[in-house]
T-cell receptor
Framework: DGGITQSPKYLFRKEGQNVTLSCEQN?????MYWYRQDPGQGLRLIYY???????QKGDIAEGYSVSREKKESFPLTVTSAQKNPTAFYLC????????????FGDGTRLSIL | AQSVAQPEDQVNVAEGNPLTVKCTYS??????LFWYVQYPNRGLQFLLK??????LVKGSYGFEAEFNKSQTSFHLKKPSALVSDSALYFC????????????FGAGTTVTVRA
């Protein structure tokens, strides 16, 4: 079945540590996105990528970094500069930057030790 | 800039009764509107979208939504709710003039009691 796979499902970070969240899709979608979900706040866009080797900052990019070396993969690194990283992180993809719906993975829940 | 408001944090209905989840939006260009549903510890599932055409849009699982341009609303409806419809619902608007970014409402928790 085609879809988006996020791993791990749960992740713990120590103070001062960088962690990387994985996102893989086999939908052959060009565009990929990372969102952060906090209770009562909806989803906020961190980074997005329209094509391989290109990505743009979203609304809350500070303290995060991404790469897009392959069409299928869009990993997100939560750096030590992100002072409040505890959240539910969702990866999504779509058929290009367009009015087509985005498809979501099942998320990674990041917590601080 | 675009924005979405979901005025109700929670909606409670009895099984078999009609369900309505409200959404209003603000966007500078043509609105592209979406509804998603989220079950606990899962990603978002697409329910339906309005791009253009008929104001009444039908989607998955018996849901439908009515686009009202004059009231800038896009309310989600289901004629007869099921207990399994209990979930978190998000309305989203996509701004075609802003790199097609999606803006989400804060979400509405729907509880359907048996």
């Amino acid at each position: 079945d085609g879809g988006i796979t996020q791993s791990p499902k749960y992740l713990f970070r120590k103070e001062g540590q960088n962690v990387t969240l994985s996102c893989e899709q086999n939908l052959n979608h060009d565009a990929m996105y990372w969102y952060r979900q906090d209770p009562g706040q909806g989803l906020r866009l961190i980074y997005y990528s329209q094509i391989v080797n290109d990505f743009q900052k979203g609304d809350i990019a500070e303290g995060y970094s991404v790469s897009r070396e392959k069409k299928e993969s869009f990993p997100l690194t939560v750096t030590s500069a992100q002072k409040n990283p505890t959240a539910f992180y969702l990866c999504a993809s779509s058929r290009g930057i367009s009015n087509q719906p985005q498809h979501f993975g099942d998320g990674t829940r990041l917590s601080i030790l | 800039a675009q924005s979405v408001a979901q005025p109700e944090d929670q909606v409670n209905v009895a099984e078999g009764n009609p369900l309505t989840v409200k959404c209003t939006y603000s966007v500078s260009g043509n609105p592209y509107l979406f509804w998603y549903v989220q079950y606990p510890n899962r990603g978002l599932q697409f329910l339906l979208k309005y791009i253009t055409g008929d104001n009444l849009v039908k989607g998955s699982y018996g849901f439908e939504a009515e686009f009202n341009k004059s009231q800038t609303s896009f309310h989600l409806k289901k004629p007869s709710a099921l207990v399994s419809d209990s979930a978190l619902y998000f309305c989203a608007v996509l701004d075609g003039s802003n790199d097609y970014k999606l803006s989400f409402g804060a979400g509405t928790t729907v509880t359907v009691r048996a």
